[in-house]
């Protein structure tokens, strides 16, 4: 069974950096490119990128560019969604996903549970 | 704002048809995905493709498109089925994903 399992919930000041993690198994993880999702409260959701777990390439939203990090540890199957400076802006639930895509077909077949982000002072 | 533009919420009577509908120019050229997401939960997929279903989708979920608009049709609607509902894409680069607005189905 595919399975997407994300790390704890985070409470934040602003300013500091937070590092939050997709641990996958159940298949070959480096197959896969890993997409993040952002979905703030009470709103819709939101690409931010994705990574090839294989080679680390990375694609990001011109709306994530340069605010976030995305990054992988493909020892360990594991990707990351990484801030340097927390905004309260940054208060979301995040979400990874496995993604696929082919020909003019994209898709997210399995997505971990969320992790929640609240960045206050 | 998105590129693809879906209606915030829709109402169906239980057990009658109804279409979510998502549109954009990119969907001229890319295929739209359509993903259901309950309150508290992650996302599902539900449609991708021309309209294939993953395993475990019930069959009265379909999905079709025409010119710049893509529709999910719900036949039967369940009480389980109501729930927001998001369809996805490429953007008109081909190079980005990008989300519509997502619409609020609510069975009745």
């Known amino acids: 069974e595919v399975q997407l399992v994300q790390s704890g919930a985070e409470v934040k000041k602003p300013g500091e950096s937070l590092r939050i993690s997709c641990k996958g198994s159940?298949?070959?993880?480096?197959?896969?490119?890993i997409t993040w999702v952002r979905q703030m409260p009470g709103k819709g959701l939101e690409w931010m990128g994705k990574?090839?777990?294989?080679?680390?390439?990375?694609n990001y939203s011109p709306s994530f560019q340069g605010h976030v990090t995305i990054s992988v540890d493909k020892s360990i199957s594991t990707a990351y969604l990484q801030w340097s400076s927390l905004k309260a802006s940054d208060t979301a639930m995040y979400f990874c996903?496995?993604?696929?895509?082919?020909?003019?077909?994209?898709?997210?077949?399995?997505w971990g549970q969320g992790t929640p982000v609240t960045v206050s002072s | 704002s998105s590129d693809l533009t879906q209606d915030p919420a829709v109402s169906v009577a239980l057990g009658q048809t109804v279409s979510i509908t998502c549109q954009g120019d990119?969907?001229?050229?890319?295929?739209a995905t359509w993903y259901q997401q309950k309150p508290g939960q992650a996302p599902i997929l539900v449609i991708y493709?021309?309209?294939k279903r993953p395993s475990g989708i019930p069959d009265r979920f379909s999905g079709s498109s025409s010119g710049n608009t893509a529709s999910l049709t719900i036949t039967g609607a369940q009480a389980e089925d109501e729930a927001d509902y998001y369809c996805?894409?490429?953007?008109?680069?081909?190079?980005?994903?990008?989300f519509g607005g997502g619409t609020k189905l609510t069975v009745l």
């Open positions: 996903a496995r993604y696929l895509g082919q020909g003019r077909m994209t898709w997210f077949d399995s």
């Open positions: 159940g298949y070959s993880f480096t197959n896969y490119w």
């Open positions: 990574i090839d777990p294989n080679d680390s390439d990375t």
């Open positions: 990119s969907l001229r050229s890319y295929y």
């Open positions: 493709g021309p309209n």
């Open positions: 996805q894409s490429r953007d008109s680069s081909g190079k980005h994903v990008v």
